[in-house]
């Protein structure tokens, strides 16, 4: 693998959590999101060559995935409110504005979702990238749907409080 190569998934690693939180926001629900998420993927590597590195990558992520929605809609995905260009400048800002600090946040929560039990991170999984309600999880798991409800408040909790202690540990703020 040459060394712009190296490049391109380098800062593709390390943008791809906000892009991905950012394809979501424009295109609401998990499915969407990763389809989109994987275009606009071979997108930056396919077009990496025309990148100033002299510029931030994140930015020029973001339009590139900004487009892959707009394609996706245009294909007949259907979103659940398209946001107005004006919305969709200032998601990409906040996003573009999200320090390192949020961005190792991020790093924390994967590692703290690692660390949890099976069936916590099922739970997690089937919510949060299966986009399934605590209803349709409660039928899946054989359990009641306010035990569903209240073991995912828990597990935020946790979450919550193991990215805290991380963060900390690294010198961050909590």
């Known amino acids: 693998m ?53 510029r931030p990558f994140l930015p020029w992520a973001l339009t590139i995935a900004r487009r892959a929605a707009a394609d996706a809609r245009r294909r007949g995905a259907r979103f659940p409110v398209p946001l107005s260009e004006a919305a969709q400048d200032s998601l990409a800002a906040a996003f573009e504005q999200a320090g390192s600090a949020d961005r190792a946040r991020l790093d924390h929560l994967t590692d703290c979702i690692q660390a949890l039990p099976a069936q916590q991170r099922e739970l997690c999984d089937l919510r949060y990238r299966g986009d399934l309600k605590p209803a349709r999880i409660a039928e899946l798991m054989g359990l009641h749907p306010n035990t569903v409800a209240k073991s995912l408040q828990r597990l935020r909790e946790q979450l919550r409080d193991c990215i805290d202690a991380r963060a900390a540990g690294d010198g961050g703020t909590a």
Request: net charge negative.
């Open 2 to 54: 040459d060394q712009r190569t190296k490049q391109a998934f380098a800062l593709w690693t390390a943008a791809q959590p906000a892009v991905s939180a950012f394809v979501h926001a424009l295109v609401g629900n998990a499915a969407l999101r990763d389809e989109v998420l994987q275009e606009t993927a071979v997108a930056v590597l396919e077009s990496f060559g025309t990148y100033d590195p002299a």
